[in-house]
């Protein structure tokens, strides 16, 4: 971390979930919204909603919650205890047909609802996906050169592929509310398509090369 956190929010998975770091952040007048490990059982120290009152003073127990969680937890962190603010959001079923949630040990107020801390943390999913569309599809990590011009150019290219995906994607949002496209799948399409339909428009042929690109998209 830099030495100056304040105001700013760190989103972070699982692998930065780290109590000291928790305390970091909240000392440095920062915030921070973090995944915990199954293996974090802070000790419950206030209920506001997702446990029953019988948990208090206890270590948190997944396995019997119900709804949006949002309780005050005790952690252990290098020289005593810490309290933080933690929420369970509850997520589609498992494998096994079970509920399942999502942990968030964070220092957000409690005037931010427990269910917008959710939402803020689909943040960080949208990065991880972003960065998966660009390494299965615009192939990051598989560029062949060290040449820092090549590789500058590769992911220029790489980006407007990926924004004009994203314009396809909203046009089609548009044209049928209820559909959902895949960036994947239009990203993947796009480039397969693109030499085709740059050669189309020089020739002045885009729109009836656009056709069965277009069907091919639907």
């Known amino acids: 971390l830099p030495k100056d956190v304040r105001g700013i929010l760190w989103i972070k998975d699982r692998g930065y979930s780290d109590h000291n770091l928790f305390a970091q952040i909240d000392d440095g007048k920062g915030f921070f919204l973090i995944r915990i490990k199954t293996s974090s059982l802070p000790v419950v120290t206030t209920i506001r909603s997702g446990l029953a009152d019988r948990h208090l003073g206890k270590p948190l127990d997944r396995s019997l919650a119900f709804g949006v969680v949002d309780i005050d937890a005790r952690f252990n962190v290098k020289g005593g205890k810490r309290v933080f603010r ?13 509920a399942d949630w999502i942990w968030l040990a964070t220092n957000l107020p409690v005037s931010m609802a427990a269910a917008t801390v959710g939402i803020a943390y689909r943040i960080r999913w949208n990065v991880e996906n972003l960065f998966r569309v660009l390494k299965t599809v615009g192939r990051f990590d598989q560029i062949r050169s060290g040449n820092p011009a090549v590789i500058q150019v590769f992911i220029a290219a790489s980006l407007i592929g990926l924004a004009i995906s994203q314009a396809i994607c909203a046009a089609m949002r548009i044209e049928r509310p209820s559909s959902e496209p895949s960036l994947h799948r239009v990203f993947a399409m796009l480039l397969a398509n693109l030499g085709g339909l740059l050669a189309a428009a020089a020739s002045g042929s885009l729109a009836t090369a656009l056709v069965p690109f277009v069907a091919a998209l639907w």
């Not at 933690?86 to 079970?98: D, H, L, S, T, Y």
């Open 86 to 98: 933690v929420v369970g959001i509850p997520v589609a079923k498992n494998k096994k047909g079970e």
